[in-house]
């Protein structure tokens, strides 16, 4: 891409940018993909992703639905190019017509990111909760392995109704064929739980223990011009007992016969709370962390422009109606949650605020120190956006994209926090008292 740039004027730098017929096709795939995706639609084998979308969803053109998705794709692209940091995206003027195949030039309107001073770089000084190990997580996970690790013994003997479990013996024959995969001496067999076909369920109700009998089902065993076609299984069946589900004691009999590689509960319990407080502290860290930067942003100096502010709402409603749309819950539903529009909107502008003068603060850390970022800090940035991710993977996608530039940003801002926190002066609060045990009661009843 090519990119000329005009002198700031008034904080604000022109860039006159021309993406190639490559760049311009490239933008157009990354945008159609993404547009795909968010419409739940998958290429068709052996067709293009624009003729899957149009025999999907109807559109013959998808290149004009996601004309402005295509060109923001390019914008930050021109701004990594001239590696400037934008204080909000800018939106990009078209000065020619963008078509697949063919150059598109565009210009931008950079605002670009302010520079703040604060009235102090002395260490900040807080006062913070102690850590506690909270247990519960222990507790949760040892009654999920329960619950995943049930056995089913016999019961009393009844005829089988929904829901029920029993052991069975199972033949299965397709077109006088075994079925091998369905054939079992012993098996527990849960009803509903939709493990097979509903009409298998339907022959079983009312038999008892020591019953047997034949009869046919329809299952979803063949192919025909792509679709799946449901096949009759001839089948026999006996029901050996009705069972009951039970939920094992974890304790260190279990432990011992079902995690031979831990001595005991108490070393099972040992190595959870080993990864919980690793998480646990973790999340300490991170709340010191805050505490510190919160401290730091006191000493904010300076005016935030109007158009700044502006812009950062409008991206954290954006970032926010995206959420809710997953979630399954509508703009008014959570506004109307949250006290309504007037309380809303005010935690909003004092959110919009936190958010810019906490940025703008850890900048000027960062610039103060005379701070430079390591491949390592880098890497850290992009764990710290998806902590499950490849970091260096994460890496070579954001520049290949065009965001080093928010990349660099984001590292350097979280250097900065690392800083502020390791400098900063911490008093920890005094954990409060346990409550004292009530006294026990008494338990002699002895007649006066």
């Known amino acids: 891409m090519h990119v000329v740039e005009s002198k700031p004027v008034n904080g604000v730098i022109k860039l006159d940018c021309e993406a190639t017929a490559i760049e311009v096709n490239n933008a157009l795939r990354e945008a159609g993909e993404a547009f795909a995706a968010s419409m739940g639609v998958r290429p068709l084998p052996g067709k293009s992703l624009e003729d899957s979308v149009k025999e999907t969803l109807g559109i013959a053109d998808l290149d004009k639905i996601i004309e402005a998705q295509a060109i923001e794709v390019l914008v930050p692209r021109a701004l990594d190019r001239r590696n400037l940091v934008p204080a909000f995206p800018p939106k990009a003027t078209p000065t020619t017509k963008f078509e697949r195949g063919k150059k598109f030039s565009f210009s931008l309107n950079v605002t670009v990111k302010p520079t703040?001073?604060?009235?102090?770089?002395?260490?900040?000084?807080?006062?913070?909760?102690?850590?506690?190990?909270?247990?519960?997580?222990?507790?949760?996970?040892?009654?999920?392995?329960?619950?995943?690790?049930?056995?089913?013994?016999?019961?009393?003997?009844?005829?089988?109704?929904?829901?029920?479990a029993c052991s069975i013996a199972m033949k299965c024959y397709d077109d006088g064929e075994?079925?091998?995969?369905?054939?079992?001496?012993?098996?527990?067999?849960?009803?509903?739980?939709?493990?097979?076909?509903?009409?298998?369920?339907?022959?079983?109700?009312?038999?008892?223990?020591?019953?047997?009998?034949?009869?046919?089902?329809?299952?979803?065993?063949?192919?025909?011009?792509?679709?799946?076609?449901?096949?009759?299984?001839?089948?026999?069946?006996?029901?050996?007992?009705?069972?009951?589900?039970?939920?094992?004691?974890?304790?260190?009999?279990w432990v011992k016969a079902n995690m031979p590689?831990?001595?005991?509960?108490?070393?099972?319990?040992?190595?959870?709370?080993?990864?919980?407080?690793?998480?646990?502290?973790?999340?300490?860290?991170?709340?010191?962390?805050?505490?510190?930067?919160?401290?730091?942003t006191r000493r904010f100096e300076g005016r935030i422009a109007d158009e700044i502010y502006e812009a950062t709402r409008d991206q954290l409603m954006n970032n926010l109606r995206m959420e809710l749309q997953q979630a399954g819950m509508t703009w008014e539903q959570f506004v109307e949650a949250n006290g309504g529009e007037q309380q809303f909107g005010m935690m909003l502008m004092m959110q919009t605020r936190e958010v810019l003068v906490q940025g703008f603060c850890l900048d000027a850390v960062f610039r103060h120190e005379k701070m430079t970022l390591t491949d390592k800090d880098l890497e850290d940035a992009?764990?710290?956006?998806?902590?499950?991710?490849?970091?260096?993977?994460?890496?070579?996608?954001?520049?290949?994209?065009?965001?080093?530039?928010?990349?660099?940003?984001?590292?350097?801002?979280?250097?900065?926090?690392?800083f502020v926190q390791k400098n900063a002066k911490i008093t920890v609060r005094e954990a409060a008292p346990a409550p004292a045990?009530?006294?026990?009661?008494?338990?002699?009843?002895?007649a006066e």
Not at 139 to 147: G, P
């Open 261 to 296: 590689m831990f001595a005991s509960l108490e070393a099972l319990k040992a190595d959870m709370r080993r990864v919980f407080e690793a998480q646990q502290r973790e999340n300490y860290e991170g709340y010191v962390q805050q505490m510190a930067v919160g401290a730091l």
């Open 116 to 164: 703040y001073e604060l009235s102090s770089y002395e260490p900040v000084e807080i006062t913070v909760d102690p850590f506690f190990f909270d247990e519960t997580p222990v507790k949760q996970q040892l009654d999920e392995l329960a619950k995943n690790s049930v056995i089913y013994e016999a019961t009393d003997a009844k005829p089988l109704t929904a829901g029920d």
């Open 437 to 446: 045990a009530e006294p026990a009661a008494d338990s002699d009843t002895s």
């Open 178 to 253: 075994e079925i091998k995969a369905l054939t079992c001496e012993d098996r527990t067999y849960i009803m509903g739980r939709g493990y097979m076909p509903e009409g298998f369920d339907e022959n079983l109700l009312g038999m008892e223990p020591g019953q047997t009998k034949e009869f046919t089902f329809e299952a979803p065993l063949g192919m025909e011009n792509g679709e799946v076609v449901n096949k009759p299984i001839n089948c026999t069946v006996t029901v050996k007992e009705v069972q009951k589900e039970v939920v094992p004691i974890i304790d260190d009999a």
């Open 382 to 418: 992009c764990l710290g956006m998806n902590p499950q991710g490849n970091a260096a993977m994460m890496l070579k996608q954001l520049e290949d994209s065009g965001r080093g530039f928010a990349l660099r940003e984001t590292a350097e801002r979280l250097k900065a926090a690392r």
